[in-house]
């Protein structure tokens, strides 16, 4: 349930709502999607959209923080290297971070946004606080305490975290393309699946404000589905959608006019 929940706050909250500005929401519902992203342990928001709004900006070159194509490292190797790089290698480079004066203006108006981004190792700790002591309610024992900090916590963080990563790098490398972008984005449907619609990534970047990433039929997408209950439940609202006209337009495979 927590990976469901963190999930979601990930990419319905720190991705779609703080990053993209796909829909609008209630400052509650704001607050507590900023929470669950937060707890999933990726970064604080305003470090996690500033560096999601430079790939965007330059993404597949330079400067872009975690392209798998850094370009000038070719054959096998250099495939597998830009693969690491993209997924786990590029949070450990000595390069500049995205600068948040340029990036998130917005964002660092927001009060919200801003004090979710100071209390993000709180929602971090309560993240594995919460597993330890639903463990020790349910079986009143300090092991059942610990397999519950393992389980829903540890090992929850890390999956979700492994998931996240590999839209950079699996989404980038493999997988085919729908639409025209000037970069090497991919759709891989699997990772979809524990990405809640992340994995439609190539249609993601076609239209990055879209709140849907699952944009044709039986492109399964759980954050865009969410999105759309709460719109219509009144709890969003200017949600971004993209015209069946422009979907044809960017499409790799239209028919010639």
Not at 35 to 47: D, E, K, R, T, Y
Not at 122 to 144: D, E, K, R, S
Not at 173 to 200: C, H, K, M, Y
Not at 215 to 220: F, H, P, V
Request: proline residues 5%; aromatic residues 10%.
């Amino acid at each position: 349930m927590l990976y469901l929940l963190t999930g979601l706050g990930t990419s319905v909250g720190f991705h779609r709502l703080f990053t993209h500005r796909s829909f609008k929401t209630s400052r509650p519902l704001k607050i507590g999607l900023g929470i669950l992203g937060s707890m999933a342990a990726q970064g604080p928001v305003l470090q996690w959209a500033a560096t999601h709004r430079r790939h965007h900006e330059v993404a597949d070159s330079a400067g872009d923080p975690h392209t798998p194509h850094p370009g000038g490292d070719h054959g096998e190797g250099g495939a597998i290297r830009g693969l690491f790089h993209a997924h786990l290698g590029w949070m450990f480079s000595a390069q500049e971070g995205a600068n948040p004066d340029r990036y998130i203006p917005d964002l660092l108006a927001d009060e919200d946004v801003r004090w979710l981004h100071r209390t993000f190792p709180i929602w971090v700790a309560v993240g594995l606080a919460v597993p330890f002591l639903a463990g020790l309610a349910l079986t009143g024992t300090w092991a059942g305490a610990l397999a519950g900090l393992l389980w829903g916590g540890l090992v929850r963080v890390f999956l979700l975290q492994h998931a996240t990563f590999s839209v950079n790098s699996i989404c980038h490398s493999f997988g085919p393309r729908r639409f025209q972008t000037g970069d090497a984005s991919r759709n891989v449907w699997w990772l979809s699946l524990i990405t809640f619609g992340e994995g439609w990534h190539n249609n993601h970047h076609a239209f990055p404000n879209s709140a849907r990433f699952g944009l044709m039929r039986g492109e399964a997408d759980l954050g865009g589905w969410l999105i759309g209950a709460l719109e219509r439940m009144g709890w969003a609202w200017d949600v971004v959608r993209v015209s069946p006209h422009r979907l044809s337009q960017r499409r790799v495979d239209r028919p010639a006019e």
